[in-house]
Each structure stands twice: as structure tokens, then as C-alpha cells.
T-cell receptor
Framework: AQSVTQLGSHVSVSEGALVLLRCNYS??????LFWYVQYPNQGLQLLLK??????LVKGINGFEAEFKKSETSFHLTKPSAHMSDAAEYFC????????????FGKGTRLHILP | DAGVTQSPTHLIKTRGQQVTLRCSPK?????VSWYQQALGQGPQFIFQ???????QRGNFPDRFSGHQFPNYSSELNVNALLLGDSALYLC??????????FGQGTRLTVV
């Protein structure tokens, strides 16, 4: 079975400060890992994904995440927060099979303080 | 490329009624998955369709059913609606392990 735990349902950072959203996963098989962003009244947009290879993954809007197998973590970071980054962020995991179902965390609401 | 499109965007139904939600996948995608996202929660997997067959199913009752058409579009049907079925229903399409692309969702309100 697979699961995802996102630490902190709400995170507040000042504009220009480092963004760090934490995600830990559990998987009995090698995982594929994702971060999705959801703006109010919108669907989910894929920010970045880890499948195989390089453990530091770069995504859109300046975000990146690092897969750490030993820590079962896939934390999302951005060096400098922008007001437009305010949204809900979901960490997700799936198995290395074709088109397997995606298991989502409960989400972290990111607030950007002026 | 229009991406994943869902219709309608909003829907209000009465308890006990039936509802059908529709999804057109991103061009080139052959697999469609449906998710339910309750307020303040992460999306929960309902089921997945591939080659017009239900390939996987999450922990949802039989009131939830679906269909995939030869053009890969899909429908989600919910019978005997309950108040607890009120949620955002998301459709995702994919092909291989490139990651799923999600539509904007259908906001269902059951009154």
C-alpha cells in the first residue's frame, strides 16, 4: 500500500522568502512522486514529477523537489516566494506501473505574506 | 491542445437523484481516471478506464459507475445521490507514466 503525509496543513511565508513544503511517502515498491498545485476553484496542475534518474527535479514556476529514498521524503522548495504562489499544494505518489492510480496527500495551503 | 475538458463546471442536484459528469481527455491520451475531492481534502481515486474497460477501482460504492467511449472520452455516473456526494469531481487523463493531466473539475452540490 502507498500513502503520503504532508506536514503542515497551512504554511505562511513572506514574499521573497524561501518556500519549503514537506512531504513524506510510504511505498512498498519504487515510487513515482508528484507535486500538484491547485488554485481556488481550479483543477490540479502538475508542478513537477520524479520517476527515475536525477533525484533533484526542477518544475515550473521556479519550484524544485528532491527525492531522498533514505528519508522517504520529497520536499518542495522555491528560493523566493511570490504572491502568485498562494495556492493549495498536493504531494502524490503512484507505483511504477502503467497509469496506476495516484494517491494524494491532504494538501498544504501556502499563504504569502506581503 | 485543449487539455482535459470536463462538463458541466457546476451542478446542483437533489438527494436521491442521478447525475452524469463528462470528460474529454487530452489529445493522445488513452486512459481516464476519476477522483473525488471533498472540501479541504486531497483527491480520492474513484476508478480508471482504459480500452473502454474499468481497470482499477477505489473504495467507492456501486452507486458510482462509469463508461469510456471509443474516442477515449468518459462519463461518471452517480445514482441515488447523498448529501455526502457533494464535492469537486476531477477527471485525469494519461498515457504511460508521464503523469496525469487534470481537468478543471465539476463542482457537484447535493441539496
Amino acid at each position: 500500500a502507498q500513502s503520503v503525509t504532508q506536514l503542515g496543513s497551512h504554511v505562511s511565508v513572506s514574499e521573497g522568502a524561501l518556500v519549503l513544503l514537506r512531504c513524506n511517502y510510504s511505498s512498498s515498491v519504487p515510487p513515482y512522486l508528484f507535486w500538484y498545485v491547485q488554485y481556488p476553484n481550479q483543477g490540479l496542475q502538475l508542478l513537477l514529477k520524479y520517476t527515475t534518474g536525477a533525484t533533484l527535479v526542477k518544475g515550473i514556476n521556479g519550484f524544485e523537489a528532491e527525492f531522498k529514498k533514505s528519508e522517504t521524503s520529497f520536499h518542495l522548495t522555491k528560493p523566493s516566494a511570490h504572491m502568485s504562489d498562494a495556492a493549495e499544494y498536493f504531494c502524490a505518489v503512484t507505483q511504477m506501473n502503467r497509469d496506476d492510480k495516484i494517491i494524494f496527500g491532504k494538501g498544504t495551503r501556502l499563504h504569502i505574506l506581503p | 491542445d485543449a487539455g482535459v475538458t470536463q462538463s458541466p463546471t457546476h451542478l446542483i442536484k437533489t438527494r436521491g437523484q442521478q447525475v452524469t459528469l463528462r470528460c474529454s481527455p487530452k489529445s493522445g491520451h488513452d486512459t481516464v481516471s476519476w477522483y473525488q475531492q471533498a472540501l479541504g481534502q486531497g483527491p480520492q481515486f474513484i476508478f480508471q478506464y482504459y480500452e473502454e474497460e474499468e481497470r482499477q477501482r477505489g473504495n467507492f460504492p456501486d452507486r458510482f459507475s462509469g463508461h469510456q467511449f471509443p474516442n477515449y472520452s468518459s462519463e461518471l455516473n452517480v445514482n441515488a445521490l447523498l448529501l455526502g456526494d457533494s464535492a469537486l469531481y476531477l477527471c485525469a487523463s494519461s498515457r504511460g507514466q508521464g503523469g496525469a493531466f487534470f481537468g478543471q473539475g465539476t463542482r457537484l452540490t447535493v441539496v
